[in-house]
């Protein structure tokens, strides 16, 4: 007999809604998040324009003294975690959390984290002044996901879409 496999919750933090709602209508609104860039100084740039999630405030989401110690890529997959265990209705304890497992599809992440703590090196005069936090870490947001919402110990991560779809429905069924 065949499995099934059924999404239970979802979580966005997109240009376009930084929730589920605000996502789906913009969507169907043809609403687009592209718009100047904020977040860094542009004046130098030929490209002035891009997708960010702006206004974002990770203390709704993450303990503040974790959230200071990772890359905002990371805050943001963190955050979109919770929101679907909040999606789901998930009740997640001791006694069901090594079935809750976390995949990620990422590409390159956490290098302006990294650009900081080097900046910080250079700027304060050596490397005791960096966090040992500060490796680019596409590869550990499911790792910061688990550890932060106390779910089970598989967390893994793909390099893109379709397979982080192939490889959940896999887990899933096994």
């Known amino acids: 007999m065949k499995q099934r496999v059924v999404v239970t919750g979802m979580g966005v933090l997109a240009p376009n809604g930084k929730t589920l709602d605000e ?3 913009a969507n169907v609104n043809g609403v687009s998040g592209i718009d100047y860039i904020s977040l860094f100084d542009i004046k130098d740039f030929d490209i002035k324009i891009g ?7 990770p203390a709704q989401y993450i303990l503040p003294s974790i959230y200071r110690k990772i890359d905002r890529f990371a805050q943001l997959g963190v955050c979109a975690a919770k929101m679907a265990i909040d999606d789901a209705a998930l009740s997640i304890d001791e006694t069901n959390n090594s079935r809750v497992g976390v995949i990620v599809g990422t ?3 956490g290098i302006l984290f990294h650009e900081e703590q080097i900046i910080s090196v250079i700027q304060n005069g050596g490397p005791s002044k960096i966090m040992a936090s500060s490796v680019p ?3 550990l947001i499911p790792s910061r996901v688990t550890s932060q919402l ?4 598989r967390a893994s991560t793909t390099p893109s879409q379709p397979l982080v779809l192939q490889e959940r429905m896999r887990l899933v069924k096994h």
Request: charged share 20%.
């Open 23 to 25: 996502f789906w209508q």
């Open 51 to 57: 997708g960010e999630v702006k206004n974002f405030d």
């Open 107 to 109: 590409g390159l992440g």
């Open 137 to 139: 870490e596409s590869h």
């Open 150 to 153: 106390h779910l089970g110990s």
